[in-house]
């Protein structure tokens, strides 16, 4: 049984910093690319950003350039997503997710195999 259980998220200031883990079992980790989503209230989920499989290649969207890192460690079986500088708009319910049959990191949600339960990040103002 896959199961991607992510723990971190909260409120924080805007400016602060958080960080996500996503723990991954049932799975070979290093066969998958991992990425990060997230869902804003009324909005379509959207990749924030993801790593390759050996950790080597990264791809995140524009909006959060600069500010957030997305990294693995295959022992560990472990993606992370470290977000600094957050912004009220960063406010959302962030998803991790794995994929198998890509080498690269998919803009797509329906090419992701597993998912994890989600976790709340709200930045205030």
């Known amino acids: 049984q896959v199961q991607l259980v992510q723990s971190g998220g909260g409120l924080v200031q805007a400016g602060g910093s958080l960080r996500l883990s996503c723990a991954a079992s049932g799975l070979t980790f290093s066969n998958y690319v991992m990425a990060w989503f997230r869902q804003a209230p009324g909005k379509e989920r959207e990749l924030v950003g993801g790593?390759?499989?050996?950790?080597?290649?990264?791809r995140y969207t524009d909006s959060v350039k600069g500010r957030f890192t997305v990294s693995r460690d295959n022992a560990k079986n472990t993606v992370y997503l470290q977000m600094n500088s957050l912004k009220p708009e960063d406010t959302a319910v962030y998803y991790c997710?794995?994929?198998?049959?890509?080498?690269?990191?998919?803009w797509g949600l329906g090419e992701y195999d597993y998912w994890g339960q989600g976790t709340q990040v709200t930045v205030s103002s």
């Open positions: 790593v390759t499989r050996s950790g080597g290649n990264t």
């Open positions: 997710a794995a994929d198998r049959t890509y080498g690269f990191v998919s």
